[in-house]
């Protein structure tokens, strides 16, 4: 964990966001595209660049989008691991692997233990130098403009309030 501390106030959040804000505010597959390359949002594992592995950017998209906001912090320590991709058949490895034990339900350590399983077939990520990483996170920071995604924006909240409480319903004349 001592490398990833440059990554430690970087915060993963739910879903795809048009840019990071200054906490970070963007999903692990986000997260892994500043580390190494220039940043998009990413709304499916078909947005990812070539070099990352589409089972193993599945799995890391649903665990960060299932997970609460405190386990989904525990997914940090995997952002500059995704981009691994190999040969065809090592995908359909990692594929296979990951489906023989993903199970409706598993707690969410599980499931990060089916992750960590994944990453270890094939051929792993090269890795950046902890500094590269930390440069470049801190520059996307201190760009960063809030807010980060639909959902953070006060607009969104005053809408979503209109649509969860009977209470504030106006009259329909």
Request: glycine letters at 4%; charged letters at 25%.
């Amino acid at each position: 964990m001592d490398n990833f501390d440059h990554i430690l106030n970087w915060k993963l959040k739910q879903g795809s966001h048009t840019f990071p804000g200054q906490d970070g505010g963007t999903c692990i597959n986000e997260a892994a595209l500043v580390a190494g390359f220039p940043y998009r949002p990413v709304r499916s594992v078909q947005d990812m660049p070539d070099c990352f592995s589409r089972p193993i950017c599945a799995l890391a998209m649903q665990l960060n989008d299932e997970a609460t906001d405190e386990e989904r912090q525990h997914l940090l320590p995997f952002v500059t691991r995704l981009a691994c991709a190999d040969t065809p058949e090592v995908e359909r490895k990692r594929e296979l692997y990951i489906s023989s034990r993903l199970r409706y339900h598993l707690p969410f350590r599980a499931r990060l233990d089916i992750l960590e399983g994944a990453l270890a077939v094939g051929r792993q990520a090269d890795l950046l130098e902890p500094e590269e990483v930390r440069t470049r996170m801190t520059v996307v920071q201190q760009n960063a403009a809030t807010p980060t995604s639909v959902a953070d924006h006060p607009m969104f909240a005053k809408i979503k309030s209109w649509f969860g409480s009977a209470k504030n319903t106006e009259p329909v004349s």
